[in-house]
Each structure stands twice: as C-alpha cells, then as structure tokens.
C-alpha cells in the first residue's frame, strides 16, 4: 500500500512547502492506516520528511522499541526485517522517528527507506532487489582486489551467514599459532625502549601499536627464538617515539632511525641481504605511513622510503592509488583506549536518539584556515551544510561525555583529516555507532575480514552536501542489519588492541593471522645473482645524516 502511496506522497511534498503539513500528513494519514498502535509524544520544531517512504513507521530504530513491539512488527509484515534481530537491537523494515534533546526540545526527525535507499556512496547506486533482499552487494573500494559482498544476517555464528562471512568469522576468531614463526631481532635499546623512559605517553597515543605489538610479541608462542625456523623477521624499532617537547611525533627522522636498524641487521645477520626484506615486515603507525610525513604533499614527494620497498609494512595508512600505500600491506586501526571505553559503557538498551554525530576539528585554523585543504574540503562542507541542521549533533569541542554520546547515536562521522584515518572508526565499531566513511579511497583495517560494506556507510567526498539525503534514506532493514554486524564480538574486537596484554581476536592477532595469511613467500622473495638490488643511495640528503637517539636537531 505504501509503495502505491509514494508517488502520490512525493508530488505532495513538491507542492506544499510548510513541512508542518507533511508531518501532519504522515502521522494522522499514512500511520493509521497501518493499524499500528504507536503512542509518540512530539514536541518542538518540525523538519521536511525524506521523500521516500518504504514501509512501516517505529522509533527510535536502535535499542529503543522492546522485544515485544519487534515480534508484534514482525508478525504484522508477515515475518520481513526483523528476523534474525539480536537482542538489544530493535526496529521496523521501513522509516523510523528519530527524536533527540535540542536546547531542551524534543525535536523529531523522519528517517524513511524507500525505493531509492541504501546509496552506500563508494560502491555505486543499489537496485530495489538489494534493498528487498537485506543483501549488501558491492565491491568493497577499501580491500585490494576484495569484494565484501553477502547476505546480511545472523550473529556470532548464526546459520544465516553466507560462507564467505562464515570464512571470514573463522579468520576474525582464528588462532595465528602454529601457522606462522617470527623472529624478534635484539637491538640496542635506543631503538626502542629508551624512547619509553623519556616519553611514557608512547605507551598511550593512537601510535602505540609499535610498541605494545613489540611488547606482546616477545611473550608470543609464535615466536620463535631460532632466525633459520623463522616465516617472518620483525625489527622493532619505535620511530613514533621520537618526540617534540610538546608530546608531538617527528616522522622527519624516522628514515634515519629506519636505516641506521637496518643496515645494522644486514651486517650482523644474514636474513636481510637474502630477501632485502622482502620477508621482514615493520609497523610505520604515522599519519602517512612509511612516507614520513604529516603533511599529504611532502609525503607524496618524498614517498615510501626505498629500503623499505620490499618490506611489508604494518601501518595505519591506506589509501588506494597513493604511493603511500603499498600493495600488500597490513592496514591497522590506531590504538584506542580499551580499558577506558569499557568503563564507559552505559545500559545497552539505552535509545540511539542522536541521528548523527560528530566531534572534531572542521577548519584547522593554524595550518589551513579556510578549510580547502584540510581534509580535502570535507569536513569544512560537512560544517557550513549541516551546522544549523536539527539532525546532525556537531561541534568541534570534545565534551566529557563524548563516549556516551556515540553510545546514544544512530550514525557517526567518521570523516578524513589530514590522513584518511582517524580513532572514531574504532571508537564507532566498539560502542555500534554506524560508522559513515567520508574518506575516498580509503583502505579500511583489515578489509580482506572485516565486512566493512555490511557494517558502514560510504559516502563520496563530492557528495557530502546530500550527506542528509543519503542518510535518511537507508531503510531501516539496513540499518538493523549493519546493527546486527556490529553486535558481532568478532568485529569489534578485531579494531581495538588488548591492553596491558593481548586478547584473543583483537589487533595484535589480527596482524599475526594476515601476516600468516601472506605464507608461503613466492619464489621471487628470495633473490639471486644477478637480480637487482635496493638501492641504498635513494632517497632525500637528510635521511643520509646519522642517526644519534639523543639528537634534537630539527629541521
């Protein structure tokens, strides 16, 4: 019935521009012809309704309706959208009110499927089939040569999964032991731990990995103490670490750091000069990777640093066609706070009331003031569109109840800085906030596992201006099914890194299961006479200057 009613709704949200009316139109006209027995309180301002009205009207969608009113929804759309739903979240197969506190009103937003929801950005347009289906199609752009496609459904486990989501819950909880031996490379602690004792803060930042990675590994069963048994070399090396007086990273000296290791292991042991790296792997967490820069266009122009062109690099950068991303990599989520996000926890039955969220900077004021190349413009257009818009929760201040706050959302900006990637996506997976990517390109944490299309929305950084438009018109049946995914344990622990020691499932495994997955190396790994061999003279006359763990010279 809906579906023969939208054209007519559509013409009529043409005709009438007093959004008061179509409000009124759908609430005392469309809603009781469903016989739904909804009791809603509205107050404060009304806002223009999406166009496309898809099936059934409940709010809010996540962890807001109880069990009883689910069964009762499914009972009357004969069983579609909400089999399959997990407990704690709750919703209906069409649109849904969202209500949140503005300036203390209750204000009310429409979030309405229809026939043209679902735009996932990146991946294209979706046809009504997809939408119809619950399935979520699409080549994901952020997997190197991966497609994420597959039924949505089931938890941890369920017999609804597909199996490539089956193969890929197996790798997610998979034991990396017995599939692969690292050798930990012994060197001087300058490298590594001295940088601990002046700077405690490494312990903590969102660069942490190369040091807590180092710290699990030597207490690891995977590895191994003998170099000739081993699949992989790791020199671990805290370049991160190297701080300004402020508490600020120095990529600038990281080649320095990287060669002096280097050349270092290539005289004392054998293993490097055999594979020139090609099996060594480094983590290079900075915001462009082993580029060495912050600043996009200087790392551009300096590129990945040549001694490294055969390693494989464990780092939190990925972007496709970007000579900062070098095919093959392991791309990782930063470190975040675990133990802190835990405790912050509130009931999980609390309403996802905040349609969308976002806290962060939108014009850096001290390098980029007008906003053009920041985050290549986004997250200036994301502010100057939706800043005065009742839907989307902003500001670029951090309050103390920020994690609560994602907690109590239904979508979080998750858009790019000066990198592509940032805390929030970890921050968003863990506390089942939708995460919206508006970073073209990106190449997501372990893509090639983790079933990004079925848990986010992509959206082009063209079109952040209809970044409303989009959102308010994923039906709700997507909505409960990336919901679903996200209440997976398997994904969110895949993003977030046991503290003070490993868990099982989380990063640090994930990194040792996609390194196994990288066994055997090919026969190409291992050089002959005559092959051609790094070139140890490439590179800028800075990273030529010896590297001294006690020199401050900056430049």
């Not at 704690?88 to 069409?94: E, L, N, Q």
């Not at 806290?359 to 980029?368: E, I, Q």
């Not at 950084?461 to 039906?475: H, M, R, T």
Request: with cysteine; hydrophobic share 35%.
């Amino acid at each position: 019935m809906i579906r023969r009613l939208a054209p007519w709704i559509r013409s009529a949200q043409s005709a009438v521009t007093d959004p008061g009316f179509l409000l009124a139109l759908l609430l005392v006209v469309i809603l009781p012809s469903l016989n739904l027995n909804l009791n809603l309180s509205i107050r404060g301002p009304s806002f223009p309704v999406p166009a496309a009205l898809d099936d059934t009207v409940v709010g809010p969608y996540a962890d807001g309706s109880s069990q009883q009113q689910s069964q009762q929804l499914q009972q009357q759309q004969g069983g579609d959208g909400l089999q399959g739903v997990p407990s704690g979240v709750s919703g209906a197969g069409g649109g849904g009110l969202v209500r949140r506190k503005m300036q203390d009103k209750e204000v009310v937003g429409m979030v309405a499927g229809g026939d043209k929801a679902d735009s996932l950005g990146a991946s294209g347009r979706e046809d009504a089939e997809t939408e119809e289906s619950g399935n979520v199609g699409g080549n994901d752009g952020g997997n190197d040569g991966g497609n994420d496609g597959g039924n949505v459904g089931g938890t941890d486990g369920d017999a609804s999964l597909s199996s490539q989501q089956r193969q890929q819950q197996e790798e997610l909880v998979g034991n990396p032991v017995g599939r692969l031996k690292i050798y930990v490379y012994d060197l001087p602690r300058d490298y590594n731990y001295n940088f601990i004792k002046k700077q405690p803060r490494c312990l903590t930042h969102m660069f942490a990995l190369e040091v807590l990675f180092h710290r699990y590994i030597l207490n690891s069963p995977v590895r191994t103490t003998n170099p000739d048994e081993a699949d992989w070399f790791y020199l671990p090396v805290y370049p991160t670490c190297d701080l300004t007086a402020s508490g600020l990273p120095l990529p600038f000296r990281s080649p320095r750091m990287f060669r002096a290791a280097i050349s270092l292991v290539a005289e004392k042991w054998p293993y490097w000069n055999r594979t020139d790296g090609a099996d060594h792997f480094f983590i290079t967490p900075h915001d462009f990777g082993a580029c060495f820069h912050y600043e996009e266009e200087k790392a551009i122009t300096r590129g990945i640093m040549p001694l490294l062109k055969r390693a494989t690099l464990v780092q939190t950068f990925g972007q496709s066609h970007h000579v900062c991303h070098k095919p093959g990599s392991i791309v990782v989520p930063p470190f975040a706070p675990t133990g802190h996000m835990h405790r912050r926890r509130i009931p999980p039955d609390t309403p996802r009331s905040i349609f969308v969220y976002f806290r962060g900077l939108f014009y850096d004021h001290n390098n980029d003031p007008q906003g053009g190349y920041y985050a290549r413009g986004a997250r200036a257009s994301i502010w100057e569109n939706f800043k005065t818009n009742p839907l989307f929760d902003m500001s670029a201040e951090h309050p103390a109840s920020y994690y609560e706050d994602m907690q109590r959302s239904l979508f979080c900006l998750c858009p790019l800085g000066w990198a592509p990637w940032s805390p929030r996506l970890v921050e968003s997976v863990f506390f089942g906030c939708i995460p919206v990517i508006v970073a073209d390109n990106i190449v997501l944490p372990f893509s090639d596992v983790i079933p990004w299309r079925e848990i986010a929305v992509f959206v082009p950084e063209k079109d952040v201006p209809k970044l409303d438009e989009i959102l308010a018109g994923i039906g709700p049946r997507r909505v409960l099914a990336m919901q679903q995914r996200l209440a997976s344990h398997a994904i969110r622990q895949a993003v977030v890194l046991g503290h003070p020691q490993p868990q099982e499932g989380d990063v640090f495994h994930q990194v040792l299961n996609g390194l196994a997955r990288k066994l055997p190396h090919p026969p190409s790994a291992y050089l002959k006479p005559g092959d051609e061999r790094l070139n140890w003279t490439a590179g800028p006359a800075n990273d030529f200057k010896p590297w001294k763990p006690d020199s401050h010279v900056y430049w």
